[in-house]
């Protein structure tokens, strides 16, 4: 019999990712498009479908190799439908049943659900949450969300809406979120606000790669801009830690790349401010799977649901 | 065959109240000892094995018909091993094997557990929050104690210290908290914060019945009193139902009893602020059991662990 295999897509406002993923969750081969390009909904599917065509036939793999096609999107999604609500960040989806037309197109079980919970899935499964019972898993990008594993399962909340980290307000007063909300964390840290926070202090546009060597050279400024985004998270996290009685959080995205510039921070403010049963149950560390979670949670998700 | 019966006991910093209750969770008699009077830990226990005896007496019910004793408590508990870590508002209880103590003064089965958690359970199994798969019951006393039910379970987290909703930081910077922590919700609205505000604000202290009395009467200091409270509330619960995506929100406790000039306002902010799938989706309702939820809850907790 023929060897089986997996599809892991993670959807992106900047990228479609996809990987042929083996029944150990390796992957054998990947992908990477500009969703920039698919001005509306119905070419983006239309490229997700080609996307899969072209990694079989690159690969020499028959469709009915393939058991499924997992694929994690940035936005609400009811997982068990196969439906997405809608994606603050891409205009012109709203409420489009994308497995049912997805499945029609290439001939494959296909399940999705939000990009967060599917790279938690997959550092829980293989990465920086191993054996944690109960964990959240953060991405610090443009967005900042969230997946939360509790009692070993991936907990998606009573409409698949669960772990909006990024949106919860840290302050009784401040700026208006793109959400609605008011002084949501994601006003704070998310990838815009700090570019915007290092244009104003620094006169001019830095990227955060630069900004994180300044700080570690010592220029105050620099390391001011990531004390407050220590701050921030981690004022955050002690009401999720709190709130919740973790075993792990791990952070992981773009912006986590300043590395213990955050880390250092979030850790000791957790430790000090959170209260002592839960600051002392809690690890707090890196995500391990990098770029490629979003991919492998979505071939875990494909496979075993 | 003898009815079997189960006690259900709700320990605070002012009362200890024990029921006797039917297998089908009704209270068949109840009594309340003040716990002012018993300075010390060994005191408090006899109290407790003194509390069983007495009202098995009263009711002519041989111990041998007791299935189990649950009690709830007021500070972080090891529910499987009936352990009590600490209290916060009573001295001298730290890492106290209650359980096995208790079971030996009695020669019945006891289970211990954290009070808010057999509230959420009694509210959840018989009460506001019936049939909801995903809920918070919050307690409006001196301190904020919450318990969480997500996917149709009592959720204790990684030391069973979970639900701690009173000390989410609802801002930056802001008072000192007595857990260590800055702006924590209770440092806000507890009891005694919401006292000392009237005192400050009115130059006297009046019992809080009396400013829901007063701001019912339009009263603008009693008013803004109330708006505050639910202003500082809301904030919060908008974090935990962005995080957990909850069906219910289930609202008890003694400054709970102000009633609309508080749930008013926490609906509001909730359904404006909150994210619109999580917003749509959440009831904020009224605890049912009163007083007694505590004690039901206890004896669910003995009866079915």
């Known amino acids: 019999m023929a060897t089986k295999f997996l ?32 001005s509306d909904k119905s070419k983006l599917i239309c490229a997700i479908a080609d996307a899969v065509a072209s990694i079989l036939v690159d690969n020499k793999i028959a469709r009915s190799q393939v058991l499924g096609v997992g694929i994690g999107l940035p936005g609400p999604i009811d997982a068990e439908a196969g439906f997405v609500h809608f994606f ?8 489009v049943n994308l497995k049912t037309i997805l499945e029609k197109k290439i001939r494959i079980p296909v399940r999705i659900d939000n990009d967060a919970n599917l790279m938690s899935l997959a550092e829980y499964r293989l990465g920086a949450a191993k054996g944690s019972k109960n964990s959240i898993c953060l991405t610090l990008g443009t967005g900042v969300g969230a997946g939360l594993i509790l009692e070993n399962k991936l907990y998606r909340g009573s409409s698949f809406a669960a772990g909006e980290l990024g949106h919860l307000p840290v302050n009784i007063t401040g700026p208006k979120c793109n959400c609605g909300g008011i002084a949501c ?69 773009g912006v986590a790349e300043a590395g213990d510039l955050i880390f250092k921070g979030v850790r000791k403010i957790v430790s000090e401010q959170a209260m002592s049963v839960q600051a002392g149950r809690v690890k707090i560390i890196k995500a391990k799977l990098g770029s490629d979670a979003g991919m492998i949670g979505a071939a875990i998700f494909a496979r075993e649901g």
Request: glycine share 10%; no cysteine; proline share 3%.
């Open 7 to 38: 599809i892991g897509i993670d959807l992106g406002g900047t990228n479609l990712k996809i990987a042929l993923v083996s029944l150990s969750y390796q992957i054998k081969d990947k992908k990477i498009l500009s969703t920039k390009s698919f």
């Open 88 to 95: 603050p960040n891409i205009p012109g989806w709203k409420n």
């Open 185 to 253: 964390l994601e006003a704070y840290i998310g990838n815009n606000r700090i570019t915007q926070k290092v244009k104003n202090e620094f006169g001019r546009d830095i990227p955060l790669e630069k900004v994180s060597d300044m700080a570690n050279q010592g220029n105050k400024k620099a390391l001011k801009i990531w004390d407050d985004v220590a701050l921030y998270l981690g004022r955050a996290l002690v009401a999720v830690v709190n709130l919740l009685n973790l075993e792990t959080v791990v952070i992981g995205g």
